[in-house]
């Protein structure tokens, strides 16, 4: 990242622009994982403190994003640790099979005779998305949100939850397959994933 | 993998439709070799269900690439932005003087 080599040569015009992008992604990223907007503040402003006085530390500018994320993880990690306990579910492939739930809103929006929107459906695709992100059990969230969202590699996705490459990748297609039935009402098209 | 389908009939739980729901996320990243993807394409051809359930999730993960959430982080407090510029200024005198 171009802010990140200038910070590293010591320009103090690349401070506030790298505060304000890492401060942005970071939040996105504990916004959904800590759920509450007090909590994600919190590990945001930990996580840029964790990172400056670090900073010395950063090898290679272009990981920096694997870097912060990592660092990120932790502090939501032991945020959860504070909180209440709450018990990880495992997706199976099984519950993840495509179901009469699919039936496209479109149709459902047929059946009553009202002409399907598409630039309805997208704006309610978009409001849906981010309360299936957070209904996802957290093992697929943050790899779902680290892949997906944030445009992380498989390889640094990995490197920053401490998992294998294939653990990454079996994580992300459950999280993905929950989300798209999650969402199949809301993802268009006429029957995805519809059983005849 | 077997190449057959035909227009088979759609299942949830069909063998051959099963495979190709399993490896979904690794063809559409490009994970996959050249074989493994002919594969894929070949039964999906023929399993219009199949391509529909692509395309939903091709179009949710599409989804996930453009969130936003629609809560900003607040303003960073003057006496954090000076403990983060203090603690860039010390990371690089270390830096300098490693």
């Not at chain 1, 297609?173 to 268009?188: E, I, N, T």
Request: include cysteine; proline fraction near 4%; hydrophobic fraction near 35%.
């Amino acid at each position: 990242m171009e802010w990140a080599r200038r910070l590293l040569a010591g320009d103090a015009s690349a401070f506030t622009p790298f505060v304000e992008s890492i401060q942005h992604r970071v939040f996105q990223y504990t916004w959904l994982m800590c759920g509450q907007r007090e909590d994600a503040e919190e590990v945001a402003q930990e996580t840029l403190l964790k990172v400056f006085e670090n900073f010395d530390q950063l090898q290679d500018p272009e990981r920096v994003r694997a870097w912060v994320f990592r660092i990120a993880k932790n502090f939501c990690l032991m945020k959860r640790r504070r909180s209440v306990f709450a018990p990880e579910r495992e997706l199976s492939l099984d519950e993840l099979l495509p179901g009469t739930e699919d039936m496209p809103r479109s149709t459902q929006l047929e059946d009553r005779g009202e002409l399907p929107d598409e630039r309805l459906l997208r704006a309610e695709l978009g409001q849906q998305l981010e309360r299936a992100l957070r209904e996802l059990p957290e093992t697929y969230r943050s790899v779902v949100l680290l892949r997906d969202v944030e445009g992380l590699s498989t390889a640094e996705t990995a490197e920053i939850l401490d998992l294998s490459i294939d653990a990454v990748k079996q994580r992300l297609h459950r999280g993905r397959l929950a989300l798209r039935k999650s969402l199949a009402r809301y993802l268009g098209g006429n029957g995805e994933g519809k059983q005849p | 993998m077997t190449a057959q389908h035909s227009n088979h009939t759609h299942s949830a739980r069909d063998p051959r439709c099963l495979e190709v729901f399993a490896r979904l996320s690794e063809y559409l990243d490009g994970e996959l070799d050249e074989t493994d993807c002919r594969l894929i394409e070949e039964h999906i051809e023929g399993c219009e269900p199949c391509v529909e359930f692509l395309r939903s999730l091709r179009r949710s993960i599409e989804a996930s690439h453009h969130y936003a959430a629609k809560v900003e982080p607040g303003r960073i407090p003057p006496e954090l932005e000076e403990r983060l510029k203090q603690a860039w200024q010390a990371a690089l005198a270390r830096r300098r003087s490693a």
